[in-house]
């Protein structure tokens, strides 16, 4: 079965600069697909970013970026000049490509944005 | 267009009973899937629906039932309640085809309390 984690329960950053999400996850196959998702207090679940595994080339949109590492199974997230509406609650999370049709979420990092 | 849209946003219900909670996916999306996001912790899969076939089921009982309708429009029913089935409860969409080649996109959630 597939994991996901998020070691880092909770990250704080001072607005304008950047911040490093981890996420490590634990999969036997080689095609899947792996997203962040930003979750503010008021609940939404918003797509951040997506990449597919056979994509060497690292997803980025706009402040956000992925760091892939496909052999150390990493998908860290990073987020450039820090904003007071990036802070929320980001799920790294994963899906298969064969035929497993549901996401697998980590537990969550709660960013906080210091003024 | 309009994103997902699900309802109610807000449920209070007494042990035992039953609950319909319900969604509409975006419009020319095919495909629902269903999760329940206990507080604190990551989204868990409940079901997916595409075409009004049930593609996936997550590890949740008997009590737990879906449907999709003609015009993709999705129900979550959950028989018995027990005070664990308080949770923020998830619907997503996707255009289909198979969920791991789309992105889902979420909606708001119902936030359902069971007393």
């Known amino acids: 079965a597939q994991t996901v984690t998020q070691s880092q329960p909770e990250m704080s950053v001072q607005e304008a600069e950047t911040v490093t999400l981890s996420c490590t996850y634990d999969?036997?196959?080689?095609?899947?697909?792996l997203f962040w998702y930003k979750q503010p207090p008021s609940r939404q679940m918003i797509l951040v970013i997506r990449?597919?595994?056979?994509?060497?080339q690292n997803a980025t949109e706009n402040r956000f970026s992925v760091n892939f590492q496909k052999a150390a199974k990493s998908f860290s997230l990073k987020i450039s000049d820090s904003q007071l509406g990036d802070a929320a609650m980001y799920f790294c999370a994963y899906i298969s490509n064969f035929g497993n049709e549901k996401l697998t979420f980590g537990t969550g990092t709660r960013l906080t944005i210091i003024p | 267009d309009a994103g997902v849209t699900q309802s109610p946003t807000h449920l209070i219900k007494t042990r035992g009973q039953h609950v319909t909670l319900r969604c509409s996916p975006i419009?020319?999306?095919?495909?629902v899937s269903w999760y329940q996001q206990v507080l604190g912790q990551g989204p868990q899969f409940i079901f997916q629906?595409?075409?009004?076939?049930?593609?996936g089921r997550g590890n949740f009982p008997d009590r737990f039932s879906a449907r999709q309708f003609p015009n993709y429009s999705s129900e979550l029913n959950v028989n018995a309640l027990l005070l664990g089935d308080s949770a923020l409860y998830l619907c997503a969409s996707s255009l289909g085809q198979g969920a791991s080649q789309e992105t889902q996109y979420f909606g708001p959630g119902t936030r359902l309390l069971v007393l």
């Open positions: 629906y595409y075409e009004k076939e049930e593609r």
């Open positions: 419009s020319g999306h095919k495909s």
């Open positions: 999969t036997s196959e080689s095609d899947y697909y």
């Open positions: 990449q597919e595994a056979y994509k060497q």
